[in-house]
């Protein structure tokens, strides 16, 4: 800003002689001058807001739209034209107290207080373990790390019911040699099975985002650790995870979000688990199934709001949590 | 922006601005072509994921007569279909003539997709079979083409049959007899998947159940009535003395190399199964013969269960009798044969026509078969005892999947058979109950 108004005052020099006069109109120029300069700047990320506008907040309004409508059958038979009418809150009051819902939302819960530190912990292991190591060895297992991540959802899904076969599965038969009988198939294991394969997926993205923040310590404070006699293992936890707090509730962040919407694992699991993936077993697998299978979109919306409410408050919660004991 | 930026940006604007008058003006002209030929054939939009001969069809068709023009739109499957359609239906616009049955007829009618074309059906009622005319209607009123079922045949490990002195069984009460030996000797009578509850369904259809009945302006929900409950003690029997494996298809690898193992002795199947055993089974080929499903012991006539998700002509298209011609040539020898898959040159099997004999040579692969002739006619006849009907009332999009979960508990041995479809029927009143459709529950 100083930059810019030294060279303002050279181009246009009559602007410093009506600075030093304090002249009104000289002064209303200068600031239309800026906020024009501030307009520019912010016009450069118009591309972004267009598509953000119409790819989020629009859908998101047409999705509160829907939830306040019904269709409501013409009677008798069924046959015929549905009425849509205007039923305001009712489809999100209807969500608010539906049990089925909020059982899944609570499994889900429970599967992200256990996997979501889980992932954290092992992707921060896998971060500070390829720090110490040297660049070439550390870029090596970098690219192997994150190809887990690379794999679409449903394919990884689909390579791991394949791994986790006990017919022809190569997991069940290693298992076994230990000596361990563990069917991945079986009722018992599904989450496990689900949260392993999510585990697996999410290090990569996790790590490479922990391991670029770690890139970022200043060196100087190892070296004076160092002299001061500290252990690697000690100044890995005690000064770079630190360092990397930021970081950490960010992945922690997106990891509670991806967690509490999980989807395409018990979509793809409830034909060999059916006993125990039913259709409403995860929030998300409800709302797919309200939507697309019965075809009920109003009411489907109105879940979809509720899920990104309790979302939205598990983030705000992380935030509050995290800011506050930094401060 | 300096001076140089504002003529590039000028230029650019210029340029997009002149390629699209150019396209516009393009398409004018060729708009201006078909609407000097508007008298001409009509044009007719069909849906269909039949990715190996749809187009083919279509195309032979046109070829065949002047007066319809097919249009076949692939769908890359049965719920894109359903995904696609619906969006359709939403923005009415380009809705097509004739769109492959993705969904129950009646659910098309109760959601206002289908459109009534008795009159169009009723003139050409003499070349269908009586399963295929029963599949198109609803409430006695045609609200599809007709469509052929898949009649369901039970094919046999003959090997492990002999190997354990067992006979094969013709009746529900002789299949149960013969899986009480055969688990002596470690072998699963037939593979239940947890997730697919067709077995019970189609064991329903075949002791005559009647899920849901229309009664003048209400509909009659029963769930649990004599017939269904014969079919369900049979699933049970099956479950309770574990003469069944519980192998998934989501995991067909496994699948397949289990029903080829021999450890597996029988399992329903219709003609397009087939070719896939065919190739998967590497041991067992050429051990399996085809016999008529089992029967209910009460049962007078044998009958073959088979449920045709109809075809349907949707509301807001115009030319319903173009439809007809074109479902029409397709029973004649001629659209059968432009059926011709020209990879595996094997023919779709006509299963709407009264007799498809002289094409189910085709559909019996080679060297699976102890005797491929007897296969042929097991085929046959099991099409023609195909009961084609089963009424799955107006909210079956809501009520299967909960079908589904409670199979899947009632397989795990969680719950009965009888449960299950208690469960399922308290569902469907409920659901009906919040969509204010009439019902009553029979006792």
């Keep these: ?327 | 922006m300096n001076t140089t930026t504002r003529r590039l940006v000028g230029a650019g604007a210029a340029a997009a601005t002149a390629l699209g008058l150019a396209a516009c003006g393009s398409g004018e002209a060729e708009g201006g072509d078909t609407t000097g030929a508007a008298s001409g054939p009509v044009t007719i939009e069909v849906w269909g994921w039949n990715a190996e001969t749809g187009v083919q069809i279509a195309d032979a068709f046109n070829a065949a007569q002047d007066d319809v023009q097919v249009e076949y739109v692939l769908q890359a499957s049965n719920t894109a279909t359903q995904t696609n359609f619906r969006n359709v239906m939403t923005t009415q616009q380009g809705i097509p003539c004739l769109v492959q049955g993705f969904a129950p007829l009646t659910t098309m009618v109760v959601n206002g997709w289908a459109q009534d074309v008795t009159d169009v059906v009723t003139a050409s009622e003499g070349l269908y079979n009586e399963g295929a005319l029963a599949a198109a209607k609803v409430a006695d009123r045609y609200y599809g083409v007709p469509t052929g079922s898949d009649g369901q045949f039970l094919i046999v490990n003959t090997a492990t049959f002999e190997q354990n002195g067992v006979e094969i069984p013709t009746t529900w009460d002789e299949f149960l007899d013969a899986g009480r030996v055969l688990k002596t000797a470690g072998v699963d009578i037939t593979n239940l998947a947890g997730e697919d509850p067709s077995t019970l369904l189609n064991l329903a259809q075949q002791a005559g159940a009647e899920w849901f009945a229309i009664d003048g302006d209400s509909w009659t929900v029963d769930f649990l009535d004599d017939a269904t409950l014969e079919g369900a003690e049979v699933v049970q029997q099956l479950i309770d003395e574990d003469l069944v494996s519980n192998q998934t298809y989501q995991d067909k690898p496994a699948l397949y190399s289990y029903f080829d193992s021999g450890k597996m002795a029988s399992t329903t199947t219709q003609w397009w199964s087939l070719t896939g055993y065919q190739t998967n089974f590497a041991q067992s080929a050429g051990s399996w013969r085809a016999v008529q499903i089992p029967q209910f012991a009460d049962a007078t006539t044998p009958v073959t269960p088979g449920r045709a998700t109809a075809s349907f002509v949707p509301q807001g298209c115009e030319n319903p009798e173009a439809v007809m011609a074109f479902v029409d040539w397709q029973t004649t020898a001629e659209g059968i044969e432009a059926g011709r898959n020209a990879e595996t040159a094997a023919v779709g099997f006509p299963v709407q026509i009264p007799d498809p004999s002289p094409y189910v040579e085709e559909v019996v692969p080679e060297g699976f078969f102890v005797d491929a002739t007897e296969a042929g006619d097991v085929i046959v006849e099991a099409q023609g005892a195909a009961i084609g009907k089963f009424e799955l009332g107006p909210n079956y999009d809501s009520w299967f999947p909960e079908l589904q979960d409670q199979w899947g508990k009632a397989v795990a041995g969680q719950i009965t058979v009888e449960q299950a479809l208690e469960n399922v029927q308290e569902f469907v009143v409920g659901d009906l109950e919040s969509k204010g459709i009439s019902y009553t529950v029979a006792d």
């Excluded at chain 1, 006699?229 to 630190?242: D, F, M, Q, T």
């Excluded at chain 1, 950490?248 to 991806?258: A, H, K």
């Design chain 1, 1 to 327: 800003m100083s930059t810019r108004s030294t060279t303002s005052a050279d181009v246009r020099p009559s602007r410093e002689r009506g600075a030093r006069q304090a002249s009104p109109p000289a002064l209303n120029r200068q600031a239309r001058w800026r906020t024009l300069q501030n307009l520019k700047g912010a016009s450069l990320s118009l591309p972004f807001l267009a598509g953000f506008a119409l790819f989020s907040i629009v859908p998101i309004v047409m999705a509160l739209r829907e939830s306040a409508y019904a269709a409501r059958s013409s009677g008798g038979l069924g046959f015929g034209d549905k009425t849509v009418e205007f039923v305001g809150l009712d489809n999100l009051a209807r969500a608010v107290v539906d049990t089925t819902f909020w059982s899944g939302m609570g499994r889900v819960a429970l599967y992200a207080v256990v996997l979501v530190p889980l992932t954290q912990v092992v992707s921060l292991a896998m971060a500070l373990v390829l720090d110490a190591a040297r660049r070439k060895v550390a870029a090596r297992f970098r690219v192997a790390l994150l190809l887990p991540y690379m794999v679409p959802g449903i394919v990884a899904t689909m390579v791991w019911i394949y791994l986790y076969s006990p017919t022809v599965g190569p997991l069940h038969s290693f298992f076994e040699m230990l000596g361990l009988d563990a069917n991945f198939y079986s009722s018992e294991m599904v989450w496990v099975s689900i949260g392993n394969l999510a585990l697996w997926g999410a290090i990569g993205f996790n790590m490479l985002i922990l391991y670029g923040a770690l890139q970022s310590v200043p060196h100087e404070i190892f070296e004076a650790a160092r002299i001061d006699g500290a252990s690697e293992l000690r100044i890995a936890l005690s000064i770079k995870v630190p360092f990397v707090r930021g970081s950490l509730v960010l992945t922690t962040l997106l990891s509670i979000i991806g967690t509490l919407q999980i989807f395409n694992e018990p979509l793809l699991f409830r034909a060999i688990s059916p006993e125990t993936i039913t259709k409403d077993f995860t929030p998300a697998l409800m709302i797919y199934n309200q939507a697309f299978q019965v075809g009920n979109v109003n009411y489907a919306t109105a879940l979809s709001i509720v899920l990104a409410v309790v979302i939205g408050i598990a983030s705000a919660v992380l935030y509050r949590i995290s800011s506050r004991s930094e401060s």
